[in-house]
């Protein structure tokens, strides 16, 4: 991977990282449910899954989890940006999201 293309991926969603962080939980998933969708890369979605799945879960779940997992039910570029991140669930949700996200996996191949 490119350092600057990497870069250039996080420039795009840095400026949303406040909005997830301190802004109604609800909006933020929809809002991280379009810029998936949108996103043209999995660079890009590796930077998503980093700078914004990472921060909504850690941060909101117990108000968004069940909804979250809704969303990325129906978006596998969802998914994919959540393969990336790190969280700190409780174990059961941790699984839960694990298995949704197995068979879309672009945060743990080699490379």
Known sequence: MNVSKLDAAFAVYNP???????????????LVARLAREAPDDDHLCALGVALVECLLDCHYETIFERFLN?????????????????????????????????????????
């Open 16 to 30: 949303h990282w406040a909005q997830v962080r301190h802004g109604d939980p609800f909006e933020s998933v929809a």
């Open 71 to 111: 969303e990325a039910e129906q978006n596998v570029n969802l998914r994919k940006a959540c393969s990336c991140a790190w969280f700190r669930l409780p174990d059961d949700l941790d699984l839960l999201l694990t298995n949704l996200i197995a068979g879309d996996d672009i945060g743990h191949r080699p490379g």
